[in-house]
């Protein structure tokens, strides 16, 4: 019985913390955590004098680099990365890119990520939720 009880024991801490980890992931919030890192999906594309990538169901990985101001962003699609763009926080849980103008501009918070920008005639965007 001891052996049991045991058991089921273990297989409801199991289901604890599983549970805990999977629901915690989005509700992870990018202005409040040292380490930040999520999957953001929807439309994205990139254009440059070699390259026009559109995807409705693309995904961009983003990751808080050690700096704790600066972010990574990997796109899915043969997409090129945006790597090292610096935030600041604007609200309690929204980032916008430093130096961000009418024509380029990265968004991001717990739910939304809206990516125009441009550079050196490469543009990329993306209208993604997680």
């Not at 199991?14 to 999977?22: D, G, N, P, Q, W």
């Not at 090129?80 to 980032?95: A, I, M, R, S």
């Not at 916008?96 to 024509?103: E, H, L, Q, R």
């Amino acid at each position: 019985m001891k052996k049991a009880m045991r058991l089921l024991g273990l297989f409801l801490t199991m289901i604890f913390v599983v549970t805990t980890i999977s629901s915690c992931s989005r509700d992870d919030d990018p202005t409040n955590n040292d380490f930040f890192a999520g999957t953001y999906k929807g439309t994205i594309s990139y254009h440059d004098s070699d390259n026009d990538i559109n995807s409705n169901d693309g995904s961009v990985f983003v990751t808080k680099i050690a700096s704790g101001t600066k972010y990574n962003f990997a796109f899915s699609n043969g997409i090129p990365d945006l790597n090292g763009v610096e935030f600041n926080q604007q609200g309690d849980h929204t980032l916008i890119m430093v130096g961000s103008t009418a024509t380029s501009y990265i968004r991001i918070d717990n739910n939304e990520l809206k990516i125009l920008y441009i550079k050196d005639g490469k543009t990329w965007t993306a209208n993604c939720t997680r």
